[in-house]
C-alpha cells in the first residue's frame, strides 16, 4: 500500500479531482489547505507592509510569506499508485514554478475502525 502526497496549486484542485474521480479502484480522497514554500523559501513582503508591533526586527531579514496551496492525500494499493501519481501530475501541471510536488510513501498499516478490517481489505 502507498500513500500519494500531493501538494499542488488551489486553483487546479477541481481539475485534479476531475480527474482522479474517473480511475477505478479509487478507494478516497482527503484535501487539506496549507502553505508552505519550496525552492523560492518564500516571498519576502517588505517591511512596510508588517505592523511595527509584529516585527522581529527592523531589518527584513527572516519575513517570508507561505504560500497557499493544498495537499492531497490518497491511500492505494500498490497496482494503481502509479496512475495516481500520473494523473495528479498531468493534470495539476502549468509549467510554472510553484506548480507542486508528489511525494508516494509506503504505508505499514490500514484499519477502517467501523468494520475492523485490516490492510488491503481496508483501503
Ligand atoms: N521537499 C519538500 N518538502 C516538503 N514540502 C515541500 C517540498 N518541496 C516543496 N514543498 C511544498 O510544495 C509547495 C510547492 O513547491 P514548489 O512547486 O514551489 O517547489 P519548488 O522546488 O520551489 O519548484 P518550482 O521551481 O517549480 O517552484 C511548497 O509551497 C511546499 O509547501
Ligand atoms: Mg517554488
Known sequence: MKEIKAIIQPFMLTRVVTALHKIEGLPGITISDIKGFGKSKGKKSS?????PEARENDNDEGIYEFVPKVKIEIVVLD???EQIV??????????????????????EEVVKIRTNERNKDAV
Not at 517591511?47 to 505592523?51: A, M
Not at 495528479?88 to 508528489?102: E, F, R, W, Y
Open 47 to 51: 517591511l512596510s507592509e508588517i505592523p
Open 86 to 107: 500520473d494523473t495528479i501530475q498531468q493534470n495539476a501541471h502549468t509549467g510554472n514554478t510553484g506548480d507542486g510536488k508528489i511525494f508516494v510513501v509506503d504505508v
Open 79 to 81: 497496482e494503481i499508485a
